[in-house]
């Protein structure tokens, strides 16, 4: 059978696209998934990612416009599907204060109407006496109303919306070539499909396709190393008491997600990643060197927190040196268009990738100026 659009990868900017594209009137739209179609190979698995709006990669004020209207469209899809995909949150950044990073938090969040975004560690402190320690040198920057997001929730129900649709989800067919031409051909494994237009949102393994069609995008594959930490007192870590809480000195990247994805269970972990080649994303265990840091970092900042993680779950990565995604045109051809590098962001702007992705692939106007986010040449 021939499609309107095919869409390359069911993780969560596809499936907003594929409902995007329902939801513009498109009937014969085909969304395909190498894997399950709720696998967790890729990016979009597990139940926290962080919305938030005071840092932006490379401090784009675009991508925090991006945030805003996705906090939007997140509700209307909470409204529409009738279930729970986010909760509220607050969103604590700490460091020293000297850190360039905060300063930058402190100013978009004042830009932004937040008046007084700016704690210092004994008002941290006494905030969260059950929960953190912070030194004297160190501030807080306080991001308030912000959302954890379910990832796992908000594909399915981008998926179950986009079949009650008509769309048609086919897990378990690996793409492995896409022929460009006024009708394109997606061959997979399991036989091949036509197409007048299609979009690739295959997250890390969108450069090994795009490369196919004559494109080397400036991306790189690498391992997350993400780990859960058992608490004294679980009621200490409700996102109702204790919020998400970044540590940024300018070097060390050190996130903590509050009790939500495991009972008893806080997920802290340090930004490390580890190159490695998609189909490898298995090879190794995890490193020694991140186990240590986070163990440190707990027992400096943290309080009523195991120091021996409880679970290791990686997670695969693509993303440019700027951490600025891509989403634009194949260059020569204008029917196949894509979103690559959307690891570290693009969970939290997925509802704006897939209108984006629709208006371009429909060729209507663009909600947002994608200049920044266009297709160059990039230094790794």
Known sequence: MDYDVIVVGAGVEGSSTAYQLIKNGIRRVLLLEQFHALHTRGSSHGESRLLRKALAPNNLRVFSKMVTVSLGMFD?????????????????YIGSKTNTELKIAASNLLRNGITKPILSA?????????????????????????????????VTQYQKLFMRGGGVL???HCVTDIVPGDRVIVRTNKGDFISRKVVITAGAWAPKLISKLGVQLPIKTLRAEVFYWKVENPKHFKPEVFPCVAFEDGKEHFYIFPEIEYPGLLKVYHRTYRDIEVD????????????????????TYLRGVATTPAIFEPCVYSMTDGRIPIIDHVPLYPNIVFAAGMSGNGAMIAPVVGLLLTELTLNKPLSFDLTSFRTKKSKL
Do not use: W
Not at 79 to 92: Q, T
Not at 124 to 139: E, G, T
Not at 282 to 293: C, I, Q, T, Y
């Open 76 to 92: 209307e899809l909470q409204s529409e599907s009738g279930k729970e995909i986010y909760c509220p949150s607050d969103h604590l």
């Open 122 to 154: 004994k008002q941290v402190n006494q905030r969260y006496n059950s929960q953190l320690c912070l030194p004297d040198d160190f501030i807080g920057v306080l991001e308030p109303d912000m959302m954890i997001i379910n990832i796992v929730k908000v």
């Open 170 to 172: 086919l897990d378990n």
């Open 280 to 299: 490898n994303r298995d090879e190794g265990g995890a490193g020694p060197e991140s186990v240590e840091k986070v163990v440190q970092f707990i027992k």
